[in-house]
């Protein structure tokens, strides 16, 4: 069943077209891929999902519900079900891995300290992370970094989870215990994922359902076992790297 729909989105800036006409739906608690080339559009997409930017035009549906037709408030309400685990991790650099963890809680207002503290340290524990919180961000590996940030995306136990990049700039044992992570937690929390990502062995180990991105629309959706035996020319072309075929520059 769909909980998340895009339906003829357009978003451009200036001249440059970035999406047209981009339509998106996503079933609940799967964890659905978008792979695409660098510049495609594959992060606008995301920023757009979750409220950090507006379409030009279009529809956007989450959990049945025309974003375009709800109050201010309401926004919100849907809003805080949403997790994101951005590229950089974009932990907070003057506060500790503690308060980091801890900060969509302080934001809703409604957790005694008590609390903030047992959630903070299960989702640490969660993602593999134990007696580092009182830590700062500077002390932190790249990988760890991401596994804080992967903490503090789910602390809330929102209902969506949204991955930008989640491997980007990590050596391939890193990125692989980042892809675990990434379905352990779908398993355990039961969210419904997005993933953007160009990382093909990423896809692989995390998606149900895989669409490719470029031309300024989502073009080809399939199960993940699907889209790569595909031998549509446009997933052929990215999965073999080759610079001729119909994904231009």
């Known amino acids: 069943m769909s909980i998340l729909s895009m339906t003829n989105i357009c978003k451009s800036f200036g001249d440059k077209v970035i999406l047209s006409n981009l339509s998106l739906s996503v079933?609940?608690?799967e964890t659905?891929?978008?792979?695409?080339?660098?510049?495609?559009?594959?992060?606008?997409?995301?920023r757009i999902l979750t409220g950090l930017m507006q379409a030009d035009s279009g529809t956007l549906s989450i959990d049945g519900k025309n974003m375009a037709e709800l109050s201010k408030?309401?926004?919100?309400?849907v809003f805080r079900s949403m997790g994101m685990l951005f590229q950089n991790?974009?932990?907070?650099?003057s506060m500790s891995v503690y308060e980091n963890v801890a900060y969509?809680?302080?934001q809703i207002g409604t957790f005694k300290e008590n609390e903030i503290r047992d959630t903070v340290l299960k989702n640490l524990s969660m993602v593999g992370l134990t007696s580092?919180?009182?830590?700062?961000?500077?002390?932190?590996?790249?990988?760890?970094?991401?596994?804080?940030?992967l903490a503090r995306a789910i602390a809330t136990r929102p209902r969506f989870i949204f991955y930008d990049e989640p491997t980007t700039g990590l050596d391939p044992i890193r990125a692989t215990e980042i892809d675990l992570l990434i379905r352990k937690l779908q398993n355990e929390l039961g969210a419904t994922a997005i993933v953007i990502t160009h990382d093909l062995k990423s896809a692989l180990h995390v998606a149900d359902r895989v669409g490719l991105h470029y031309g300024g629309q989502i073009q080809t959706v399939a199960n993940t076992n699907d889209f790569f035996k595909s031998s549509d020319p446009?997933?052929?072309q990215f999965?073999?790297?080759?610079?001729?075929?119909?994904?231009?520059?």
């Open 27 to 29: 079933n609940e608690g």
């Open 32 to 46: 659905f891929v978008i792979l695409g080339p660098s510049g495609c559009g594959k992060s606008v997409t995301l």
């Open 73 to 77: 408030s309401q926004k919100s309400v």
């Open 89 to 93: 991790a974009a932990l907070f650099d």
């Open 104 to 106: 969509g809680l302080r």
């Open 132 to 149: 580092i919180e009182n830590l700062m961000p500077s002390e932190l590996s790249g990988g760890m970094k991401k596994r804080v940030g």
């Open 234 to 236: 446009a997933i052929r």
């Open 239 to 249: 999965l073999d790297g080759n610079p001729i075929g119909p994904i231009t520059a």
